[in-house]
Structure formats: C-alpha cells, structure tokens
C-alpha cells in the first residue's frame, strides 16, 4: 500500500512539474506601440516563462490589425483572453497579470504626453482674469457701489486657457440676489473654438469695519478721530471678528502699533490701564449707604472693572478691589448685624 502512495506522489510531482513548464505570466503594458501593421502578444504583454521557446511562441501570436494613426484602440483582458482562445491557447495554463486593460497607439501617434501645470504667476494671472470677468458682469446685473469677495478655484486645465491675455472671457447666469453660492457659464473664446464651463462661485458682500485713519503707536489711546468704517473683505474679518463700530475702539489702548488703513482686530486694542503696579490709589468702601475712603498703594496692573491686589498704607494689609476709574478702586463691605 505504502508502496503504491510513493508512486502516486511521484506521478503528481512530475505532472506538476510539466504542467509549470507550460506555464506563462502574461503581465500587459498599460501602453503599447505596434512594431508592424500586425498586433502580436508580445507587443501587449511582457511574457515571463520557464521555457524560452514556450515564451518566445505565444511573443509571435498574431491578434489583428493595428490601429489607424488616429484612432487608438482600448483593449481589455478578457477580449484578450477570447482572442487567444480562438487560437487555440489554453487560457488555464497561464497567469494574466499588470494592466486591466491595453491602449494600443500606432507608431506615428503616440500618446500626448502630461501637461505640464502652470506656475504660481501664470496661475494667479488666470485667477484674476475670470474674477475680473464675474465682477464685471455683477456690476451690469447689480450696482452695488462696492465689489462683492468671490470665492473659487479652476481645474488646471481652466487656468491654462483663461490665463491667454488675447482670449477674451465673457461670463453669464447665476441668480438674484447674485450672494452665496451662485452658478456661472464661463466661455473663453479662442482661435480652435470656443471653450465653455460651468463654474460655481461663492460670492459676499464686504462689511463695514474699523480701521485707522493714520498710524497709532502702541499704548495710544483710540479716539473716534483716529479711526474711520471701511468695506472690509470677509477673509480678514471671519474668525478674528473685527470690529463693526466705532464706538467699539474708541477709548481703548492699542496693544501694538497700527500702520495707516490697517483694519482693527480684536488683539490689537484693550481696555486702558486706570491703575498701575505701585500706584496709590483712592479705596472707596460700600456699605449700607455708606461711602467711605481710605488710601492704599497698588500690586497689579489694571483697566477699568478689573480685581487688582492693594496694599494698606496704614497697616499693610492686603486686599483685593475692583478698579472703578483712574487710580480709583472699591470694595463692597457688608454691614454688621446687631445681635
């Protein structure tokens, strides 16, 4: 018995080894040029067996004619595979590996290579000329008086026509009240035709913001004549809040120097310090319609409302008061219960 299962196992070993003999890798090009007006396999495949001859065989297949120069041909792995079966391959005995499918181009048309993307400038320089187009066309549609922001980006291959100076850009569509997301038809026309896309664009109104009339060092007090309203744009005024009146800024502190038609965010100006550290200052106490006052000398720094630490001048002791105006503070004493 044991002896009949040896001979089995070396039956099997050595169909196997004939079967791997046979066997070939088809791994297909993504691309490939016909070197004749014949298409072989080897022109689609790169062929990978153990027998030179076996490979070199299936190389030397023919499947049809080539394509015309100007019309490529598309070929998938399974009209492949129908082909060499009418040739008699035995599609089991071999692996199709690479490509799903195989563009076939003759020799005098290969395939275009890549564009190569524009450059920074010459990108901006198309960006700007379709925003001058829609902003021209918004202003037949709706005389605002002030441009609206718009917002959108154009696929390289947009960029690339509409950066041409000579190619004149005309805009039509979107809708009333011509803000938020509004639909535009782009068309470019140039010397091969003319080329038309869609293009969706958020447009905004700006708002009115504070800004400096002229320049303000730091640690200036704003008053209403050192600043003006403006039409801010939307991408400065987002998330850092500028400010949308000018009663806002006025009697603030600037934190840093503002240069002239600088609009104001909120970190730029606080609240101005009425005490400073070591300052002496006036404590008034409350308490049961009771105003009193005493003197005491300041540990911190402070703006109006603020809580600022003093000390005593008559017996150094430490308490906390809330700033109530210039080198002025006041705390709130409650009144004493008789028993």
Known sequence: MNHLFR????????????????????RLHQQCTPTSSLVTLGDLAEIIAADAGE??????????PAPASDRPRVLRVRELQDLLALRGVNLAAHRFSGAAQVQIVSENRRADPPEQPLNEHAAKRAQRRVQEAILAYLKIQSPTGR????????TAAQQRTAANFSLPITVRGGNPPWSGVQRFEVSIAGGDGRTDFPLDV???MPSLVVAALHALPRGAIVQA??????????????????????EEVVGKQTTKTI???KVL?????????????????TVYAKAAGIRIHTTARAKDDGALGDLVAVESLADR???????CGPRETEVFAQAARAE
Request: no cysteine; proline share 6%.
């Open 7 to 26: 001979i089995i196992l070396m039956i099997a070993a050595t169909f196997a080894v004939a079967v791997s003999a046979r066997t070939a890798e088809l």
């Open 55 to 64: 490979a070199e065989s299936l190389k030397r297949i023919d499947l049809f």
């Open 147 to 154: 441009p609206p922001v718009l917002q959108f980006d154009l």
């Open 202 to 204: 958020r447009v905004r």
């Open 225 to 246: 004549a050192d600043v003006t309203l403006v039409h801010g744009d939307p991408r400065d005024e987002g998330e850092n809040g500028a400010f949308r009146a000018v």
């Open 259 to 261: 240069v002239e038609g």
């Open 265 to 281: 965010a909120p970190d730029a100006v606080k609240a101005p310090l009425m005490v400073r550290r070591g300052d002496v200052v």
């Open 317 to 323: 002791k430490s308490f906390t008061a809330r700033v």
